[in-house]
């Protein structure tokens, strides 16, 4: 096998933890297997932005995506993605390439373009999870929870040496009220003049 590829269970396994990273970064949170195996269009579509044109995503969402989704949730499995709009997103792109006119499923165009597809899929999600992106996620981690950079009241919030929160002593300032006398306003408020 030439470098840089990789095999067809690879692939496949590669193109369903994007699609289940596109439909947790549509969701704006981490998702349960269960939920993140099936999306709407919005996950699709982005998948296909960010590593396609526009005009394949489009594509997709107008013509693809409705023909595989549940008709009542409008929801797409990752199993009818796998199997189904890829394959037809291949047949389109082979017609497209002038490839083929009318190709079945197992047409070798048809199967090169999928194969081409997958690539593409399976290299954006090596990308998004290689250490430059992870180093640039925690460099900005590391900016936001450096205390050393804060200033004002903020500065007080934390504890200097181990970063952590000092809780409500950070947030607010606290007059010692327990003189014995309702008026009591704190040691060191006695007006000498009254004398």
């Known amino acids: 096998m030439a470098a840089g590829t990789s095999a067809v269970g690879d692939l496949d396994k590669e193109v369903k933890e994007m699609f289940f990273m596109c439909v947790e970064k549509c969701a704006g949170k981490e998702l349960p297997v269960a939920e993140?195996?099936?999306?709407?269009?919005?996950?699709?579509?982005?998948?296909?932005?960010?590593?396609?044109?526009g005009k394949i995503a489009n594509t997709v969402d107008a013509t693809i995506f409705?023909?595989?989704?549940?008709?009542?949730?409008?929801?797409?499995?990752?199993?009818?993605?796998?199997?189904?709009?890829?394959?037809?997103?291949?047949?389109h792109e082979a017609v497209e390439k002038k490839k083929a006119k009318n190709p079945a499923n197992d047409d070798p165009a048809v199967?090169?373009?999928?194969?081409?597809?997958?690539?593409?899929?399976?290299?954006?999600?090596n990308e998004w999870i290689s250490s430059d992106h992870k180093q640039k996620n925690a460099?900005?981690?590391?900016?936001?929870?450096?205390?050393?950079?804060?200033?004002?009241?903020?500065?007080?919030?934390?504890?200097?040496e181990s970063g952590k929160g000092k809780g409500m002593e950070g947030r607010v300032d606290k007059t010692n009220t327990s003189g014995y006398v309702g008026g009591y306003k704190g040691e060191g408020t006695f007006d000498k003049s009254h004398n």
């Open 66 to 91: 409705c023909k595989y989704c549940d008709k009542k949730t409008k929801k797409l499995t990752v199993d009818a993605f796998l199997n189904n709009v890829l394959l037809d997103l291949a047949k």
């Open 36 to 53: 993140k195996s099936e999306c709407k269009s919005n996950a699709v579509n982005k998948l296909f932005k960010e590593v396609f044109d």
């Open 111 to 125: 199967l090169e373009e999928l194969n081409k597809i997958k690539t593409k899929i399976a290299a954006k999600y």
């Open 139 to 160: 460099a900005v981690v590391d900016r936001l929870t450096d205390v050393k950079g804060y200033t004002g009241s903020h500065k007080e919030r934390f504890d200097a």
